[in-house]
């Protein structure tokens, strides 16, 4: 009954490698978003969905690609690996896009480790 | 650029001992305030918000914050802290009713029995 789950939790990989990350809301919201944590803890934003569609692609590098196959799921597709991706990965989800009032709930998080 | 500030880094107190953390915002419009938390282990999770109303909120596990505009600041109060209050603690904005949440840097509490 998790209410946002991400998986897998862990993920080490090689520079150069292809990965994804996948994302899943069971709370019936519309809005879903990608933020990255770095070795330092700050936290920032990097793309959310409404209603399966981008409407916040921050300052990303284009390796990194966002997938709403449906308003429930949000994955992310990070192609040629780097070792300054290294983070961990939060997926989460709001009930609408709304006035900037709503409560995002996170999921546990992605740690992935480049090498 | 908006931007969010939390001064203390790293806070170290012993149980019962009363807490306050700063946060100050950059940005001159509208905005809606949040504290989040994340114990060791565990995933963030909302721990109080402000967006419109009385300025004093009020949060689950005995927290509070306070929104004075006139100082861009949103504290996270508590009169006495716990062992089990031991967390990272993170103060956001969303600016200009948009719903993008912009982090400060974080809070590591650490509370000694």
């Known amino acids: 009954d998790t209410a946002v789950s991400q998986t897998p939790k862990y993920l080490v990989t090689q520079m150069g490698n292809d990965k994804s990350i996948k994302c899943e809301q069971n709370l019936g919201h519309d809005t879903m978003y990608w933020y990255k944590q770095d070795s330092k803890k700050f936290l920032k934003i990097m793309f959310s969905y409404n209603n399966k569609e981008l409407i916040i692609n921050e300052t990303v590098p284009n390796r990194f690609s966002p997938k709403s196959p449906d308003k429930a799921h949000l994955n992310l597709h990070i192609n040629s690996l780097e070792l300054g991706d290294s983070a961990v990965y939060f997926c989460?989800?709001?009930?609408?896009w709304g006035r900037g009032e709503e409560t995002q709930y996170f999921g546990p998080g992605t740690r992935l480790l480049v090498l | 650029a908006q931007s969010v500030s939390q001064h203390n880094h790293h806070v170290i107190l012993s149980e019962a001992a009363s807490l306050e953390l700063g946060c100050n915002y950059s940005y001159g419009g509208t905005v809606n305030l949040f504290w989040y938390v994340q114990y060791p282990g565990q995933h963030l999770q909302l721990l109080l918000k402000y967006f419109s109303g009385d300025p004093l909120v009020k949060g689950i596990k005995g927290f509070e914050a306070e929104f004075i505009k006139s100082k861009f600041s949103f504290n996270l109060r508590k009169p006495s802290v716990q062992w089990s209050d031991t967390a990272e603690y993170f103060c956001a904005v969303t600016p200009g009713g948009y719903n993008k949440l912009i982090f400060g840097a974080g809070t590591r509490l650490a509370v000694h029995p």
């Open positions: 989460a989800s709001s009930q609408e």
